[in-house]
């Protein structure tokens, strides 16, 4: 891929987040699955932390390496020509100066966008001080520009995800650092752990910026999240749960029936399977 694609791919993400249509942005964990999106139609394709980790046989978390995320960042954009945001999460490393390395190499991987959080991977998660995720936000979009790839980032608060201290206070937590990761250049707010569309339709008012909402059967469709004012909707590991649950089928029904019924069902032709990669 040379400079100038990833330079119009990346313009491309950002201008997706303002609509309409609002973006739609399924979450790939390997080439496989990002050419199946991309086929289908999607504009533009996300990773999936989790998916990616479980692909590789590991839970989620941060651990795989940070060269394991770069190799399936590299696979994914080697086989679309839609724009690839790649889940960092909190971007593996605990220094400033480590984060902005898995920065720029997956950047150098392809991905022109990223989704980064604010919440500690030590085994007691907590969340980052405010100032300090401003200040790393910040420099990631110095990192970008010298790269000379307009990266777009979707930063994720985590203040519902762990639930920590009074629930009245999560509303006001949630929009006082979303707004602040606005200003420091984030291009997407992500409050990651809501679904009630009661409190959707208010961040939508409260935080000054595109909202990523992650969908889940709780969550209203996506017609409803546009109405409300929603940008981008994404699954995490959704799609990829679904697609193991109906692996499990099939082997439940090889193992103890010995037929091939949901093996059958809905499965790609010869030509659509090699039509992935042909």
């Known amino acids: 891929m040379t400079l100038n694609i990833q330079k119009t791919r990346a313009i491309q993400l950002r201008e997706l987040h303002y609509g309409p249509p609002l973006l739609v942005l399924p979450n790939a964990w390997d080439a496989a699955s990002a050419r199946i999106f991309e086929q289908a139609g999607f504009r533009a394709i996300a990773t999936t932390s989790s998916g990616v980790a479980a692909s590789l046989g590991y839970p989620d978390g941060q651990k795989i390496s940070r060269d394991m995320l770069v190799e399936v960042t590299q696979r994914i954009t080697r086989v679309v020509e839609c724009p690839v945001t790649v889940d960092i999460e909190a971007g593996y490393g605990d220094t400033t100066e480590e984060v902005l390395q898995t920065v ?27 100032s300090l995720q401003v200040q790393l936000l910040k420099a990631i979009q110095e990192t970008a520009l010298s790269k000379e790839v307009p990266v777009v980032v979707n930063a994720r608060t985590d203040v519902y995800l762990l639930a920590k201290g009074d629930p009245g206070s999560r509303f006001e937590q949630a929009v006082q650092r979303l707004n602040a990761y606005r200003q420091a250049g984030a291009d997407c707010l992500f409050p990651i752990g809501v679904s009630d569309v009661h409190a959707i339709a208010d961040l939508t008012k409260a935080i000054n910026g595109p909202i990523n909402i992650l969908a889940g059967p709780t969550t209203p469709s996506i017609a409803e999240l546009a109405q409300l004012g929603v940008a981008r909707v994404s699954f995490a590991s959704g799609p990829m749960r679904a697609v193991l649950a109906r692996l499990r089928r099939i082997a439940r029904e090889l193992l103890e029936q010995g037929t091939y019924t949901s093996m059958a069902e809905e499965t790609l032709s010869g030509a659509e399977f090699r039509s992935l990669f042909g």
């Open 104 to 130: 720029k190499a997956v950047i150098d991987a392809g991905a022109v966008g990223i989704n980064i959080e604010d919440s500690t991977k030590q085994q007691e998660k907590s969340l980052v001080d405010v």
